[in-house]
């Protein structure tokens, strides 16, 4: 079971979930993350219509949407991926993304080349808003239309 920290009930805390840990972060790091995903996104075209997306970043520059509506999404460079990474540092069925009652969460398929989120490889994590995954050379950014107002 995951021990989340006790907080005041005027406190403003967020909490990500890192596999089995529970990792705080401040305020200032939420601000950053979603600074950091509005200046990539000040000279490409906004989302479509819809919820929850990955923007997909290639050679460090947005480069498309995807928009997160199947309940299961494969990731690899297989034909019959639903997000085709044609890499040879991606494996064919390098992991799926699923929707459970937590959110989105990502799981590596025992990949050769792992996952990175955020910059530590992990093999299964939720999703958290700006949280950036890697998976060979190229990039993606989970993003909600939904914007805390404290922005």
Request: charge should be neutral.
């Amino acid at each position: 079971m995951t021990n989340i920290p006790k907080m005041k009930s005027d406190e403003f805390r967020t909490i990500l979930l890192e596999g089995a840990d529970v990792k705080e972060i401040g305020l200032d790091e939420v601000k950053n993350r979603l600074k950091h995903i509005d200046k990539m996104l000040e000279s490409f075209v906004p989302p479509p219509e819809g919820e929850e997306f990955l923007l997909i970043i290639a050679k460090g520059k947005p480069n498309t949407w995807y928009h997160l509506e199947a309940d299961n999404i494969k990731v690899g460079r297989a034909e019959n991926s639903d997000i085709l990474i044609q890499s040879s540092k991606v494996s064919r069925n390098h992991c799926q993304i699923t929707r459970d009652n937590n959110g989105w969460v990502i799981v590596d398929n025992d990949s050769r080349n792992g996952v990175f989120i955020n910059g530590k490889k992990m093999k299964k994590r939720v999703l958290c808003e700006g949280d950036i995954i890697r998976i060979g050379t190229i990039e993606l950014i989970y993003i909600s239309n939904r914007k805390p107002e404290f922005l």
